[in-house]
């Protein structure tokens, strides 16, 4: 069986969590925290030697690391990775973005505003940068998502559930999705897909 | 035929074009840089809405932006991809890791360190923060390469050439390799391919 070592409140965990959940795949979860100091044990560090999670643990006792990656082999020979090459190049593309422009300003602004041990890094002038930046990516989002439905394609692929991750609850960071029509209709779409789970589920105990 | 929108001093644009003079594909250069405002203007935004190089442009017209996208699907089909799934996720997580924890730091230090308008930026706390992520992530990277030769599999892959791209000339920005024996070795051992191309190299004009 699949274990996946994950924090309940981080985006970058819930992608794989979203995306096991609509494969409909049994896996166990290891909850830890970076915020606790458990994905830095020597333990986990022989697991992941960038000390991190999530963490996907095979069957075979084998690990990998980055959430994006397990999306990408975790959908590998299903209909959350285009067929058509030029679709799937795009789907690669958002996920990269969401690695280097998303994540590093609308994840880390929402730490920064919800976790009291991070609250002396979030000086007014990190604040503004983070919105700036957050809002830029959201602005490239929106581009597409303005007249698609979906980041990579005409079906919802791993782009749409890796962006999902952070997006549905940039709020919580201080973004405002109302300037985003076509980004709010889309948090709106995948919540509605058949087999959607919140960012709060867990799997039942394996 | 293929045209790839780059500025030469990148190691982003610079890991494309080293694939695509081992893939022997013809292409077109157009130089432009973030530096003088050339990827912010309305036609390069109309191509890439994230502003940015390098971007590529299929035969057909229609444009791929993040240089790891780019390798990806140039890639596609030939032994630059593992074919073994394992292996192959692995060298997605280190395509991931090195646009989240590796070109972060590591690019950065050496863009603060070489960009005289960038030199402002470069407080001691940033130089001494962005020292202290890019060896932990070049740390990482000698976990995997003190007893292997290659990041993922046992033969060169992309996520080897998208980690050369800001690797190589890391000393630029302050990091000695000398600490990371098993990364000095394989910097060397991609140099020494068949086929390899310097950060300096351009395609014969068109």
């Not at 022989?46 to 990408?72: F, I, Q, T, Y």
């Amino acid at each position: 069986m699949l274990t996946l070592y994950s924090y309940q409140d981080s985006g970058n965990s819930y992608k794989p969590r979203l995306l096991l959940a609509h494969l409909d795949l049994l896996f166990r979860l290891v909850e830890m925290s970076s915020r606790d100091g458990s994905t830095r044990t020597p333990d986990h560090l022989a697991r992941n030697p960038n000390g991190k999670v999530p963490l996907l643990e095979l069957a075979d006792g084998r690990h990998l690391a980055e959430s994006n990656a397990m999306l990408v082999h975790l959908a590998e020979g299903t209909g959350f990775i285009p067929a058509d090459p030029y679709d799937r190049a795009k789907m690669f593309e958002w996920l990269f973005f969401e690695q280097y422009d998303h994540e590093p300003s609308i994840a880390v602004r929402r730490a920064l505003t919800v976790y009291p041990e991070r609250a002396e890094l979030a000086t007014p002038e990190r604040m503004a940068d983070l919105l700036e930046r957050g809002n830029r990516a959201l602005g490239v989002m929106e581009t597409r998502l303005k007249d698609h439905d979906w980041l990579a394609g005409e079906v919802m692929s791993i782009a749409d559930i890796s962006l999902y991750g952070y997006t549905h609850d940039a709020h919580v960071g201080g973004f405002d999705l109302s300037r985003f029509p076509g980004i709010e209709a889309w948090v709106k779409r995948i919540a509605d897909q058949p087999g959607h789970v919140g960012i709060d589920w867990r799997p039942e105990a394996a």
